[in-house]
């Protein structure tokens, strides 16, 4: 008998994938893949890629302020609306009027 415990015994995959899935073709090349391999090969281009990503990754001021940011946009809302509604009736007035 041998000290060495028995080891693990072979894995073996649990269904047989189809060749497509196990050898996918390789991905197009396509407009958004050649620019970001051009971005990547200039180095100035990469660090102001990594930058913005490191920019936004940052915390919102809407995840810090849930509440303040939530009254400020239903008071944006609320104003823009309003100004939408009042020109529309300004144009009907006006057409009425025979202004424009």
Do not use: K
């Not at 302020?65 to 300004?90: K, N, Q, R």
């Amino acid at each position: 008998m041998s000290d060495v415990p028995p080891g693990p015994p072979p894995h073996r995959a649990r269904v047989d994938l189809p060749d497509w899935m196990r050898n996918p073709e390789p991905p197009r090349r396509t407009l958004g893949r050649r620019l970001s391999g051009l971005v990547d090969g200039i180095p100035a281009l990469a660090a102001a890629r990594r930058r913005m990503w490191t920019w936004q990754g940052r915390t919102r001021f809407g995840e810090r302020h849930p509440a303040l940011a939530a009254i400020g946009s239903f008071v944006f809302v609320l104003v823009t609306a309003t100004l939408l509604v009042v020109g529309m009736f300004y144009l009907a007035w006006a057409i009425r009027q025979g202004r424009i």
